[in-house]
């Protein structure tokens, strides 16, 4: 069974610029969960998509949306980039989301870069 | 909102030895406490979870113990193998958002 995969695996944008990143799970998996990882802020929760729907959504502003499509492939759009956008982006599935105690398996991640 | 603090943010053992990790959280609606081991340059792995309805579990050399009085549950991992070195995250998530801890970096000294 593939494993999830975000592309791009890299990135490079200057600021006000938007970009878009692509989650897809692995097949069967129904929940994707965005993360945001930085050397100074650590790992934060961006939110969760199951069945199309938002479910969850942690405390960024409103330049960070997402969606998810009927095949569960999910993106993740940031809007007016600024420098402390540049962050490791990273996105998990599993089968029925967070709080339900199963396995979740994280995606290799994308580094983006705001010059 | 959930505030989450781990400690420590280092701690080194021998091989053998038992290592406890420390996180409390703020939000007496937090239902939901996973944890984390990410490996250097690779991405987080889920190794552990417990719900707020359960007080302790067990998975081989892990446990997670939690005392939703005190707000507070622990990482335990018994006989530690240098493989265990890494950073462990705890998070704590409740209705609709989810916190994580700083990370503690373990290092198992063979």
């Known amino acids: 069974k593939a494993g999830v995969t975000q592309t791009p695996r890299y990135l490079i944008k200057t600021r006000g610029q938007q970009v878009t990143l692509s989650c897809s799970p692995i097949?069967?998996?129904?929940?994707v969960s965005w993360y945001q990882q930085t050397p100074g802020q650590g790992l934060q929760f961006l939110f969760e998509?199951?069945?199309?729907?938002?479910?969850n959504k942690g405390n960024f502003p409103g330049r960070f949306s997402g969606r998810q499509f009927s095949n569960s492939r999910s993106e993740m759009n940031v809007s007016t980039l600024e420098l402390g956008d540049s962050a490791l982006y990273l996105c998990?599935?599993?089968?029925?989301?967070?709080?339900?105690?199963?396995?979740?398996?994280f995606g290799p991640g994308t580094r983006l870069l705001v010059l | 909102g959930e505030n989450v603090e781990q400690h420590p943010s280092t701690l080194s053992v021998q091989e053998g030895d038992s290592a406890v990790i420390k996180c409390t959280y703020s939000d007496s609606a937090s239902n939901y406490f996973p944890w984390y081991k990410q490996e250097l340059g690779k991405r987080p792995q889920l190794i552990i979870d417990?719900?707020?309805?359960?007080g302790e579990k067990k998975d081989q050399r892990i446990a997670v113990t939690l005392n939703k009085t005190a707000k507070h549950f622990s990482l335990h991992i018994t006989e530690t193998q240098p493989e265990d070195s890494a950073v462990y995250f705890c998070?704590?998530?409740?209705?609709?958002?989810?916190?994580f801890g700083a990370g503690t970096r373990l290092t198992v000294k063979p």
């Open positions: 097949s069967g998996h129904r929940s």
């Open positions: 998990a599935s599993s089968t029925s989301g967070l709080g339900v105690v199963e396995t979740q398996y």
């Open positions: 998070a704590a998530s409740g209705d609709n958002d989810m916190r």
């Open positions: 998509y199951f069945s199309e729907t938002q479910r």
């Open positions: 417990i719900r707020s309805n359960v």
